[in-house]
DNA sequence: ACCTGAACACCGTTCAAGT
DNA sequence: ACCTGAACACCGTTCAAGT
C-alpha cells in the first residue's frame, strides 16, 4: 500500500502495460529518436520498461529482430499515394522524401539496416509502390526493377548524410569549404578550384538532384539492358 | 634462453617490430580481412600484437581513429589513372570498380565510414582523381561535384550489398525470388509479377547499370541546376 | 507460465603502478 | 619514456531459480 516506500521503482505511471512486443518496441523507438542507435541496448530497454534485459527475449528474438522490428514500425508511418501516371514523378519525390526524413528521425537505422531490410509486409508495401510509380513513368519492369535498387542506395546515403549534419548544417558547410580551399592547390587543383562546389547546396536540394538524375538517367540510359 | 618455457606468447615470429601505429593498422586490417568489422575490436588487435589494449592508445586515439586509418590504407591501395578525355567513361568505371572491390575485401568498413570518410591526403586524393574524370566528361562543375557523392553513394551501397551476397550469391537469388514469387498476388501485384527483374543480374552487372545512369542522368537531367 | 537477476564472455577507455 | 594490467562502466545473451 505504501508505495513511496517501495524501492527505485517507477510503478506510480498511469498503468502501463507490463510487457509485450510492442511496449518493447514502443520504448526502443523512444531511446532511437532522443539518442540514437547505439544508446538502443537491450539493457537500456529494459530498463525504461522497468525490467531486467532478460526478459525481453521472450518477447524479441534478440537486438537484431528488435531493430527490424522498429525499422518495419518506422516505415509503417510512411503514407503511400496511389500511383497516378500523370504525376508519377513528383509522386516519386514526395515519397522518397518522406522515407529519407522518417530514416532522418531515427539516426542510425538507416546505416544499420536500409541496405538489408527485414522484408516484412510493411516494407514490400513500399517496395511495391515505389515499383508502382517508376512503371507508371513507362519503364519496362527490368528497368524500374534496377532503378528502385539505385534510389533505395540515394535515400540511405541521404538519410546518413542528413543525421551527420544535423547539428549545424550551414557551419559544418562553411567549415568543410574551408578546408578545401586551403589544401594546396599544386597537387589537389580540382577539390581547391571547386570547393564551393563540392559543398554546394542543402540537403534538400542535392537529394533532389539525386533523384532527377536517376530518373532521368533510367530513362536515358543505352547501357546494357 | 629457453624460449619454450615463455608462457602463451609469440615472441619466435621473424623478429615483429614492438609497437607503432603501423603495426596496429596492420594487424587491425588482418582482423578486418578475415573476421569483419565487429571483430576489430581494441582488445582483439592488442592481442594479436602481444598487448594490452591500453597500449594502443599511445599511437591511436581509440577505435574511431583506428578505423578511420585504416580506411585510409585501403584507399591507398587504390590505383589512380590520369584523366583522359577519350576514355573517361571507361576509366571511371574502373576506378569506382576497384574501390567496391577494395572496400567488398574489408567487410563493414563500407558501412562504418563510407559515408564520413576522414580528409586524409589519401581519400583527398581519390576525390580529385574522381572528379577529373567527371570533368573530363565536359560536364560543368557543380553537376560534376554533385555526381561525384552521388557515385559515392552508388559504390557504398553496392559495397554493403556485395558482403551481404559472399558467400553464395546465385543460391541466395534464388531464394529471395521464390520468396517473392510465393506473396499474396492480389496485395503485392508488382513484385510478384517481376519477382525475377528485382533479383535478376549478378552485383557486377548492375552496378555497372548503376554507374551508367547516374553519368547519362547528370549528362541529361533538366532539374534546377 | 512468466519473470528475475545472476552469470558468462565480452566491450572501450582510463590511469596508477611498475620497469 | 614507455608499457602493463587492473579497474570502471558498460555490452548481448543464457538459464537456473523463484513466484
Redesign the interface.
Known amino acids: 500500500m505504501d508505495s513511496s516506500s517501495r524501492p527505485r521503482s517507477t510503478r506510480d505511471r498511469p498503468a502501463k502495460a507490463p510487457l509485450s512486443a510492442e511496449a518493447i518496441i514502443d520504448a526502443a523507438l523512444a531511446i532511437l529518436k532522443s539518442d540514437g542507435l547505439d544508446a538502443v541496448s537491450m539493457r537500456r530497454v529494459a530498463a525504461a520498461l522497468d525490467t531486467g534485459a532478460g526478459s525481453l527475449y521472450v518477447y524479441v528474438t534478440g537486438r537484431e529482430g528488435l531493430q527490424e522490428a522498429m525499422f518495419d514500425r518506422i516505415i509503417a508511418t510512411i503514407e503511400l499515394e496511389t500511383p497516378d501516371p500523370s504525376r508519377w514523378r513528383a509522386q516519386l519525390h514526395s515519397l522518397l522524401g518522406r522515407l529519407r526524413d522518417a530514416l532522418v528521425a531515427h539516426p542510425g537505422i538507416a546505416?544499420a539496416t536500409m541496405?538489408?531490410p527485414p522484408?516484412t509486409?510493411v516494407v514490400?508495401?513500399l517496395?511495391?509502390n515505389l515499383?508502382?510509380l517508376l512503371?507508371a513513368s513507362g519503364l519496362e519492369?527490368?528497368r524500374?526493377?534496377?532503378?528502385?535498387?539505385?534510389l533505395?542506395?540515394?535515400v540511405?546515403?541521404?538519410a546518413?548524410?542528413a543525421e551527420?549534419r544535423r547539428t549545424d548544417p550551414t557551419a559544418l558547410a562553411a567549415q568543410v569549404t574551408a578546408?578545401f580551399a586551403r589544401?594546396p592547390a599544386d597537387?589537389?587543383?580540382?577539390?581547391t578550384?571547386?570547393a564551393e562546389?563540392?559543398v554546394?547546396?542543402g540537403v534538400d536540394?542535392?537529394f533532389?538532384?539525386?533523384v532527377?538524375?536517376?530518373?532521368?538517367?533510367?530513362?536515358?540510359?543505352?547501357?546494357?539492358?
Open positions: 546505416a541496405v538489408d522484408r509486409e514490400l508495401g517496395l511495391e515499383l508502382g512503371l519492369p527490368q524500374a526493377a534496377w532503378a528502385a535498387d539505385i533505395a542506395a540515394q540511405s546515403y541521404a546518413i548524410e551527420l578546408n589544401l597537387r589537389f587543383p580540382l577539390i578550384a571547386h562546389q563540392l554546394a547546396g536540394e542535392r533532389r538532384f539525386a532527377d538524375v536517376v530518373i532521368d538517367g533510367v530513362l536515358a540510359t543505352t547501357s546494357a539492358r
